[in-house]
């Protein structure tokens, strides 16, 4: 069956089910994709783009982690404090902390991910103003946090506080959007693998994110990322930071447990 | 302006030495329109080259057509031990200067 067909048919059984239902279909609670299954969204590049990943010295990706590397020993705001202040080695060291995000600040029992955190503690330790979200200021910084849990799987808690979040991103997962009607798991779950036009579908894990792409010749945030998914099945972005968004990060992070992070990946 | 460089540390004398250097640059074509509509001004690097014992080793003519973050590779002889210097030029003359240097046995 060609993709187009798959789409066609998909779009009918959408209709076909919101007749007979009347309601959206419930949201899976296991995993769709067995263990034994999982591809990361390297697994799906060209031989080359690996080889450019692989390279920790060619990958453009470090450009950012570099530039985060030296921000983040950099004294910002009133305060006069550096990211290095607090965070050390050994004192509440970042080794390993991306792979826990998206988390639930205590403080306001908002679930966040490592851009919001970043921006967190410059409000709140060094008062200093936010970064603005996919400038190159904060790129740089997340790339080089998320860089330090290279090599580790995501082991987000989505229990307790973050359960009622978790739910929600699992059911932006599963919601049918846009002109075409599609969620995301019409491609990434049941489409993995095929080709869509010149591009092979991926699996749809955040674990390279940020993520230099060709596409973009610059890295991006996964949030730009899932801007891209929604217009390309034709439904209104959500704007960068939107809890929607939060929220289904800690879903796909969930659902890639068993990957490791690469941040930075390259991608195509 | 961020730049990687990749040079051996030590070296023996008559060695072809591999490096390597990478600099972020958006390298705008000139070509490409924004939402309204307008053109976005080109801005690139021209030029790129490395200087070694007072010499010219290499040297490159930067185009519109390179892509962003323009990664370059090349070749030559360790002669004498000293500083490589990576001259990076830009359409208005701006440039970015990094040095790297090498023990040569």
Redesign the interface.
């Known amino acids: 069956m060609t993709l187009r067909a798959v789409i066609a048919s998909l779009i009918g059984a959408g209709v076909l089910v919101f007749t007979i239902t009347g309601v959206v279909a419930q949201s899976p609670t296991e995993r769709a994709i067995d263990d034994a299954d999982l591809k990361s969204g390297y697994d799906f590049q060209s031989e080359d783009t690996r080889a450019l990943q692989d390279d920790d ?2 990958n ?1 990706g ?3 982690v ?2 985060g590397a030296a921000l983040f020993s950099e004294k910002a705001g009133k305060n006069d404090r550096a990211c290095t202040t607090c965070h050390t080695d050994t004192v509440r060291s970042i080794k390993g902390a991306a792979a826990r995000y998206p988390s639930v600040d205590e403080k306001t029992g908002q679930l966040i991910n490592i851009e919001q955190r970043i921006n967190l503690c410059r409000e709140r330790h060094q008062q200093a103003e936010p970064l603005s979200y996919e400038s190159e200021d904060l790129l740089a910084m997340t790339a080089y946090v998320a860089h330090q849990s290279r090599g580790q799987p995501f082991n987000a808690k989505t229990d307790g506080t973050a359960q009622s979040h978790f739910e929600a991103g699992r059911d932006y997962y599963y919601a049918r959007k846009g002109q075409m009607n599609l969620a995301c798991h019409h491609c990434h779950e049941w489409n993995w693998g095929q080709m869509l036009r010149g591009d092979r579908l991926s699996q749809g894990h955040g674990n390279g994110y940020p993520a230099y792409r ?1 596409e973009w ?2 890295i991006g945030s996964l949030h730009r990322r899932l801007r891209n998914c929604d217009k390309g099945v034709r439904a209104e972005p959500l704007p960068f930071g939107a809890q929607e968004y939060v929220d289904l990060e800690l879903y796909l992070a969930w659902r890639a447990s068993r990957l490791t992070l690469e941040t930075p990946s390259v991608r195509r | 302006m961020t730049v990687r460089l990749s040079v051996p540390q030590s070296a023996k004398r008559g060695d072809v030495i591999e490096i390597k250097t990478l600099i972020s640059h958006q390298m705008e074509s000139g070509f490409r329109r924004d939402a309204f509509g307008e053109v976005i001004p080109r801005d690139i690097l021209k030029e790129f080259r490395c200087v070694y014992d007072g010499q010219t080793v290499f040297r490159a003519e930067l185009f519109p057509a390179i892509s962003a973050n323009p990664f370059i590779t090349f070749h030559t002889v360790a002669t004498v031990s000293g500083e490589l210097e990576f001259v990076w030029t830009d359409q208005n003359g701006v440039v970015t200067r990094e040095t790297a240097s090498i023990e040569v046995t």
């Open positions: 010295f060619a453009p470090f450009l950012w570099d530039k060709f010749q610059t």
